[in-house]
């Protein structure tokens, strides 16, 4: 068997760390604001973030298209303010990532800032150290964990991406090919050692990381022991 | 000078507080749930008060109809019930923590050294016991030359002869640092032993032992 063509792992690695970047930064913002503000709506909003997570990923895709479509809204702003076309190009694999990935992200970092007892935050308060600070060193370390599993979460997530990918950023080779695509789109060209090839690598991967986490948990939970 | 009249609504009864106290050691004693620690909270400012007002030399922690003054800039030293020490953080992280990007100040040293935490500074939490804990406590919430020490049952997870130290220790920086010490205590007898007064609280309302009744 010759090695297929490796593009679809780089586009895969990229696509997935950029829309685990963007759902980190989105995701840890959003769960600061919820976690510490009420207002009306909170649970609809709530609700918007995580939907997602219920909804077949062609229902994404297809609100996807109607967004960042030629036509939508936020496509033609993009389009026509910075030149921007998401449709039938990575960036619109990227989007489908990071659009699946957030609710996974939001959960594990709203439960890990949850598990930060408030009395280390107050204590750091009536030191007169200010809030951004507190976030830093105080809030986010003891965080860390269960927003470290949610990275990973999250970027297992966006590399497995496949049907709101192939809706909105179709099948392009070399250009919108990511794994997930290559394995379908081989198989069903009969092309089925190829299609192992990919299923294989990405298993692996996926092993990879959960063993890599599990046992950086048991380390730094050794390390910190009990207070 | 500490004015605090205010009230605030627990589950089952309201909290009335009406509390003064100068430069002195006062104990607030009273059943678990009666209002002790939420008394504490109102003055550090981690809970609000609904209705009143609370004043340190002068200044205004809060008032009706008026923003209450952000905790961190009410110098107020606060010692948790369990200490809640940063697990993260060595014994001089946790210390210097308020006061970052500077040399150790000179009353930290002379603190450490009264304290006998010197030989700790580079270890965690986790790695010390449970009155090393408190003395670290003790000396981050002195860290920031706070006007107000407040301390929730400091002592009450300590053996006997680690409590008789830490209280000798307390009472001595009491002495030097001239600070209005506000203790809460289940303990009539750790009251008696160190405050100067003794307030009762009982489902939120206080009022003024005599020291001598108290102590009989």
């Known amino acids: 068997m010759t090695v297929p063509d490796l593009s679809p792992l780089a586009l895969s690695l ?43 990923p062609t229902v994404v895709g297809f609100g ?112 919108t090919v990511t794994v997930p695509l290559a394995i379908y789109f081989s198989y069903e060209a009969g092309r089925t050692g190829e299609a192992m090839f990919w299923v294989v690598l990405i298993t692996l991967l996926g092993l990879a990381a959960i063993t890599w986490l599990n046992g950086w948990r048991r380390k730094t939970s050794r390390r910190r022991g009990r207070e | ?32 749930g009666s209002g002790k620690t939420t008394f504490l909270n109102c003055l550090a400012g981690t809970v609000s008060p609904d209705m009143g007002r609370i004043e340190l030399g002068g200044r205004v922690f809060a008032e009706e109809g008026g923003k209450p003054l952000r905790i961190q800039d009410r110098r107020v030293g606060y010692l948790f019930q369990d200490y809640a020490l940063f697990p993260h953080m060595t014994v001089r992280e946790n210390i210097l923590f308020g006061l970052p990007g500077q040399p150790e100040p000179s009353h930290v040293r002379e603190l450490t050294e009264l304290l006998g935490i010197r030989p700790l500074m580079d270890k965690y939490p986790h790695e010390i016991s449970g009155g ?4 670290t406590a003790l000396a981050r919430a002195l860290a920031m030359k706070p006007e107000l020490l407040l301390l929730d049952e400091p002592f009450s997870a300590l053996d006997d002869e680690t409590r008789l130290r830490c209280r000798n220790e307390l009472m001595r920086i009491h002495r030097d640092w001239q600070i209005p010490v506000l203790m809460v205590t289940h303990s009539m007898d750790e009251a008696r032993r160190t405050a100067d007064r003794i307030v009762r609280i009982e489902k939120g309302r206080m009022a003024e032992l005599p020291i001598r009744e108290a102590s009989l």
Request: proline letters at 6%; a positive charge.
């Open chain 1, 14 to 56: 990229r696509v997935a760390l950029l829309s685990t970047v963007l759902a980190a930064v989105t995701g840890i913002a959003l769960a600061r604001f919820m976690g510490r503000r009420e207002f009306p709506g909170k649970s609809a909003a709530e609700a918007l973030i995580l939907l997602p997570l219920v909804l077949p």
């Open chain 2, 1 to 32: 000078m500490l004015k605090a009249e205010f009230t605030k609504q627990l589950p089952e009864f309201d909290l009335q507080a009406e509390f003064k106290m100068d430069r002195e050691i006062v104990a607030i004693v009273g059943p678990s």
């Open chain 2, 132 to 135: 090393e804990k408190q003395r």
């Open chain 1, 64 to 175: 996807l298209i109607m967004l960042f479509g030629v036509n939508g809204p936020i496509g033609r702003l993009l389009e026509d303010w910075f030149g921007i076309r998401v449709v039938f190009t990575w960036a619109g694999a990227v989007i489908a990532s990071f659009v699946v990935s957030l609710p996974l992200m939001y959960q594990s970092v709203q439960a890990a800032f949850e598990k930060v007892d408030p009395r280390w935050e107050n204590v750091a308060r009536t030191m007169g150290v200010s809030e951004w600070r507190i976030f830093r060193k105080v809030t986010f370390p003891l965080a860390w964990p269960g927003i470290l599993a949610g990275l990973v979460l999250a970027f297992a997530r966006g590399l497995g991406e496949f049907g709101a990918t192939l809706m909105i950023a179709g099948f392009i080779p070399g250009e």
